[in-house]
């Protein structure tokens, strides 16, 4: 069994209180798939409640259900976690200084121009589309596009009775951008403390409630912005967007290089404007920036390539007009690439929550 295997297996046993499986809670720890078997840890948040007593039976029982040879090793553990939305939280959880949020992903680009929001945007929508609780925070202070993406530019958040921001709430998905704060025809003229004070802001001054993702769409670079969110908070993983040119190639390396140097795991590429597929040849695939680039890029990583989204016209316009194209056209093609791209970068968040410990906040040192 691959590891892969083991985790959808763990999918069917489900914990009561909340109605979620225990590889959606982030209850599933240190995987070990090897020739001896498959060993891991089962994190509880009340070790005495009466799934506590059934859940090692029934863990195992879901992995030989697969391969009844399969030897499984099962330790018990307890720890004080965020089931919904109320939350306690203690030990490494606390991480992520948010935790009512069970995942957070950075999406990110190393240049500007490679349709970084688009993919923000439509996986979000494609992840909710898959059932699972979502926001989407956009951190690109200076340029923010999700309120234009969404049909919500005039849009206000409201401030709630214990003074936290309340997000926009629009197809199921919680908004938060600087564009629902200002008005969409000033500038944001800031120097990066003040930057970095709204994006510290956006995660503690804000009631998001109980999220399984929070999707975040980072600026292009590596500057102020991104050094912020990983002195603040533990991101799950980072999903770099690239197009398949060589100057994007190079750039995308650039953001990879960022989070590794930051112990940010890396959860996989995104190959936009991958190829253009003629309306009337459905048959054809021209590749107009190069063919397979980040593919390789990938490969030479060793890191997944998440998905490969082609130019579309329909996508660009539904963007434009406020309805991402996951939403307005769920059947179309390019949505069903989409629905892909979620359930990849799904598995590998769940891969990584369960074969690695949470991310710290990390303490950056100037000299």
């Known amino acids: 069994m691959s590891p892969v295997d ?6 069917t046993v489900v914990e009561p209180e909340s109605g979620y499986d225990i590889v959606r809670l982030k209850l599933i720890r240190d995987l070990v798939v090897d020739d001896a ?5 089962v994190v509880l948040p009340d070790p005495t409640a009466p799934f506590a007593s ?12 697969r391969d009844a040879s399969v030897r499984v090793r099962v330790s018990m553990d307890n720890e004080m976690i965020g089931l919904g939305d109320d939350i306690s939280v203690q030990s ?12 957070i992903i950075a999406v990110a680009s190393g240049k500007g121009g490679v349709g970084k929001s688009t993919m923000a945007v439509n996986l979000a929508c494609a992840l909710a589309a898959k059932g699972y609780d979502v926001g989407l925070m956009d951190a690109d202070i200076y340029g923010p596009s999700i309120p234009t993406m969404f049909g919500v530019r ?13 997000p926009i709430e629009t197809h199921g998905i919680k908004l938060l951008s600087m564009g629902f704060l200002v008005e969409p025809e000033k500038a944001v003229i800031w120097r990066g403390p003040m930057v ?13 409630g109980a999220l399984d993702y929070l999707v975040m769409d980072l600026p292009p670079g590596t500057g102020d912005i991104q050094l912020t969110i990983v002195q603040t908070i533990g991101l799950t993983g980072a999903v770099v967007v690239s197009t398949p040119q060589e100057v994007a190639l190079a750039d995308a390396r650039k953001a990879v290089a960022m989070f590794q140097e930051v112990d940010v795991p890396v959860l996989g590429l995104i190959e936009n404007m991958a190829y253009f597929v003629p309306p009337d040849l459905p048959d054809r695939r021209y590749h107009i ?3 397979g680039g980040a593919a390789e890029l990938a490969r030479s990583l060793k890191l997944p390539l998440l998905g490969e989204i082609p130019i579309e016209q329909p996508l660009r316009e539904a963007c434009d007009n406020g309805r991402p194209i996951v939403i307005s056209e ?14 990849e970068t799904a598995r590998q968040v769940d891969l990584r929550n369960a074969g690695l410990d949470p991310t710290q906040r990390i303490e950056i040192l100037y000299r």
């Open 6 to 11: 083991v985790l959808d297996a763990l999918r």
């Open 37 to 41: 078997g498959v060993s891991f840890r």
């Open 54 to 65: 059934v859940v090692e039976e029934r863990a195992t029982a879901a992995i030989q259900a």
């Open 92 to 103: 490494d959880a606390n991480a992520n200084s948010v935790p009512s949020i069970r995942n």
């Open 154 to 166: 005039d849009a206000r958040p409201r401030v709630n009775e214990n003074r936290k921001l309340v």
């Open 196 to 208: 970095s004070n709204a994006i510290r802001q956006f995660f503690g001054d804000t009631n998001w």
């Open 289 to 291: 920036f190069g063919e």
């Open 330 to 343: 769920p059947e179309s093609a390019v949505s069903r690439v989409f629905d892909a791209l979620a359930a």
